[in-house]
């Protein structure tokens, strides 16, 4: 995918400006945020829960050669093919081969950032494969020619009128009288449209929150059993995931899953959880006839052993974006890749680098409200400011605010000469200040007084009045 | 005497040192309410968030260690500001990960470490702070004292117990305002985003005065509340507590 991550503060502006995302974003507080504390509140292992996902993770990243390869061999046995996959490149090249052998025409996918991380949408079209979201959020998003701008909620950003306009230009062949008004209209519509295109389809094409190395199954969790009739229907089901989706056992996946649904939705369990191992056996009534499971790597590998190891604990469950405010302001689409959000601002920079990501790690008031709720915890605030300083060892912040903190650094470093230098400062502010007791406009301050005003200090420092009173300056003997 | 009488040395916080002296004076006031020697060492400037926060790491290192050389010897370390009292409690000792001395040094400085009003009530088993107040107030719980020293009802606490004083909860109590340092100056389209819902919140209340822990956090209210013109005054919390009002609110000069 394509990055406007460089234009971050652009399209942040534009965000905020955008009323009906405005409208949808103060929907999440109430939302998301009310149901994960809910549910968080009604499991009382849910921090021990927590404890234990982050060390089923860490054990499993610390050992993930020996667990992928294991993954492998099981797959292999139960009658399935593994593909490892370097890059984006090699992933849509590997998948591309797949569906050419049954000459497919058209595909189904479940929900998959995988899939949009590879960019698989415009490759599918680009060579004469029609793709279809199944997911209703996908789907919408699809006719709407957009990307996600949430990982579970990938439609967030569009009003529920929003959808009907699009519905009534996509769907032409209905009565363009009909009424959608309520949102189970466009359930029961986008329903109606789907069911025939699942039966069509000659490959479907799947995520997989967990790949369980035991026995070599890939899982998938909805709400709208959508993937299920992805992987069953069709001749080939191929399970696209990125290597840290590995888990050891079936035991630790339940630990996971049960933190996954609580952590996103506030629901105890997902409606559907859905486990693949292999194509169908003789004895089964359906289910696909080859069973493939994409590896993909895409610089992940190269975050082992680094200080972003542990943002390969992420399970994709978004509620480090539900809960930040910064995500709450501007939505995920400002962030301008794939992954959006806190999470999104330690991915952005990993993979697609530091000087196009350095706005993400940056955009961060480090309120810690991402940590606080991360059912992995991911010390996310620690990560994104291991790139704050990747930005300013490479020196790629603005010359003007470098020089703006070698110059307060300096002052900082000498406690007497800052003691002089902040007290006259701040004798003329007072001055400037004192009656109306704030500012309105400062120079070098535009950054704050464009929004708000500036409060004026009153006097002297607190240390002057210190000194000039006498107060104790050294611990009593 | 040190037992019963606590050497404590106030980190007085840049901001307060700069644009609101009264609150170091106020938090003086608390810490000898609460029985304590308050010294104020000279050689104290920033707890170094800013260099810590804009990755320059080595500046970091130069004032964290001048930080920690200044407050040594003291029983308690304490500051008005639970941002500050995090940088150093949370943050130091990770700086020193190639220099086990100064880390050991770090540590013990990080153990010895308080914000203000989990410092009274916590630590020294303060209840009452004696005050009284006549009016409406809510409270905003800033993010670095709330998530990372655990400051939640030590305020509430001790508002509750000051005569005269209605506390009115704020919705999002626990939702950051937009200040976030450099952030908000970076960012200063976000930042606005964010310090607008905190306000637009603070005005629901029917408060006539929002309180939090940290200066920081206060400046980007008051700033923002009188530029929209709000009636609402902003205080730091220890003010109220020490009963020192007589300063007009952050943002309010003489002539109003």
Redesign the interface.
């Known amino acids: 995918m394509k990055s406007t991550s460089p234009q971050f ?1 652009e399209n ?2 534009a965000a ?1 400006a955008n009323d009906t995302l405005q409208a949808a974003l103060n929907k999440m ?1 109430s939302g998301f945020v009310v149901n994960r504390a809910a549910a968080a509140a009604r499991l009382p292992e849910f921090e021990a829960l927590r404890d234990q996902g982050r060390d089923i993770k860490n054990h499993t990243l610390d050992h993930i050669d020996f667990y992928l390869e294991a993954f492998e061999a099981k797959v292999r046995e139960a009658g399935g093919h593994v593909h490892w996959a370097a890059t984006a490149e090699d992933a849509r090249r590997i998948i591309l081969e797949i569906c050419r052998s049954v000459d497919a025409k058209t595909v189904t996918k479940g929900k998959s950032m995988i899939a949009e991380e590879i960019g698989l949408n415009d490759f599918f079209e680009a060579n004469d494969i029609q793709p279809v979201e199944t997911d209703l959020g996908e789907y919408i998003i699809q006719l709407r020619n957009e990307t996600p701008s949430h990982i579970i909620a990938p439609a967030i950003h569009v009003l529920k009128e929003e959808v009907a306009e699009t519905f009534h230009e996509a769907h032409s062949h209905l009565d363009p009288a009909r009424s959608l008004e309520e949102p189970r209209a466009l359930l029961d519509e986008a329903r109606a449209e789907l069911r025939q295109k699942f039966i069509d389809a000659d490959v479907g094409i799947t995520g997989a929150n967990f790949l369980i190395a035991e026995t070599g199954s890939s899982v998938i969790v909805t709400n709208e059993g959508n993937g299920d009739l992805t992987q069953t229907l069709p001749k080939i089901h191929i399970a696209v995931a990125s290597l840290e989706k590995v888990v050891p056992t079936l035991e630790d996946a339940t630990v996971l899953l049960r933190l996954l649904a609580r952590s996103a939705t506030g629901q105890e369990f997902s409606s559907y959880t859905t486990f693949s191992t292999g194509p169908r056996r003789p004895e089964d009534p359906d289910g696909p006839e080859q069973y493939h499971v994409v590896l993909l790597d895409n610089g992940r590998s190269s975050m082992l052993g680094t200080e972003t190891q542990e943002a390969l604990r992420c399970i994709r469950c978004g509620a480090c974006m539900n809960h930040c ?2 995500y709450g ?2 939505g995920g689409h400002a962030y301008g890749w794939v992954y959006p959000g806190p999470i999104g601002s330690v991915l952005t920079p990993s993979f697609i680098g530091v000087e196009d990501g350095r706005h993400l790690p ?8 991402c ?2 709720v991360c059912p992995m915890r991911i010390p996310l605030p620690k990560m994104m ?1 291991h ?7 490479q020196k790629l ?1 603005p010359a003007t ?1 470098r020089m703006g ?1 070698g110059l ?2 300096f ?3 000498r ?2 000469l ?2 002089w230098a ?1 007290g006259l ?2 004798g003329l502010l007072a001055v400037l ?6 500012f ?1 406009a400062l120079p070098f ?1 535009g ?2 007084t ?14 002057q ?3 000039a009173k006498g ?6 003997k | 005497m ?1 037992e019963s ?1 606590p ?1 404590v ?1 106030l980190f ?1 916080t ?1 901001l ?7 609150v ?2 106020a938090a ?1 006031a608390l810490l000898e309410r609460a029985g304590c ?10 707890c ?1 968030q ?8 080595a ?1 970091t290192k ?2 964290a260690a ?1 930080t920690i050389e ?1 407050f040594e ?2 029983d308690y370390v304490v500051a008005p500001s639970g941002s500050c009292g995090g940088m150093i409690a949370k943050h130091y000792e990770e700086l020193f990960d190639d220099d086990p001395a100064l880390a050991a040094r770090a540590r013990d400085l990080a153990g010895r470490t308080h914000e203000l009003i989990s410092f009274l009530v916590d630590v020294r088993g303060m209840t009452d702070a004696a005050a009284a107040y006549d009016g409406v107030v809510t409270y905003h719980d800033s ?2 004292g709330l ?2 020293l655990g400051v939640k009802q030590q305020p509430r606490a001790l508002l509750s117990a000051v005569e005269g004083l209605q506390l009115n909860e704020l919705p ?1 109590a ?3 305002c ?4 450099t ?13 607008g ?1 905190k306000t637009a919140d603070i005005e629901s209340t029917g408060a006539d005065t929002v309180l939090a822990g940290d200066l920081g956090c206060l ?2 209210m ?3 509340l ?2 929209d013109g709000s009636k609402v005054r902003v205080r730091h919390v220890a003010e109220i507590l020490a009963g020192m009002t007589d ?2 609110p ?7």
């Not at chain 1, 940056?362 to 409200?369: D, H, I, L």
């Not at chain 1, 107060?471 to 009593?476: F, K, T």
């Not at chain 2, 800013?50 to 320059?56: C, E, L, R, V």
């Not at chain 2, 389209?189 to 964010?194: A, G, P, R, T």
Request: with cysteine; net charge positive.
């Open positions: 503060k942040a502006r905020l507080e405010p910064v302001s501007i940056n955009a961060s008031t480090f309120c810690g409200r940590e606080a400011r790139f704050r300083e990747q930005v300013f060892e912040s605010e903190l307060w650094a002052f900082a470093r406690p007497a800052y003691r902040t400062g701040i200040g004192r009656r109306r007791g704030r309105r301050a950054g704050w464009q929004y708000r005003d500036l409060p004026a200090p009153h006097g002297k420092s607190f240390q009045q210190w000194t107060g104790r300056r050294a611990r009593e | 040190s009488r050497q040395a007085v840049c307060v040192d700069l644009f609101r002296p009264v170091g004076f003086v020697t308050v010294s104020v060492p000279a050689a104290q400037t920033c170094g800013p260099a810590f926060n804009s990755g320059d790491r500046d130069a004032i001048q200044a010897g003291y993010c670095s998530r990372e999002g626990e939702i950051c937009g200040f976030g340092g952030f908000c100056v970076k960012y200063p389209d976000i930042s606005n985003n964010m310090v819902d400046m980007n008051a700033g923002k009188s530029r300063e007009p952050i943002g309010a000069g003489t002539a109003e």
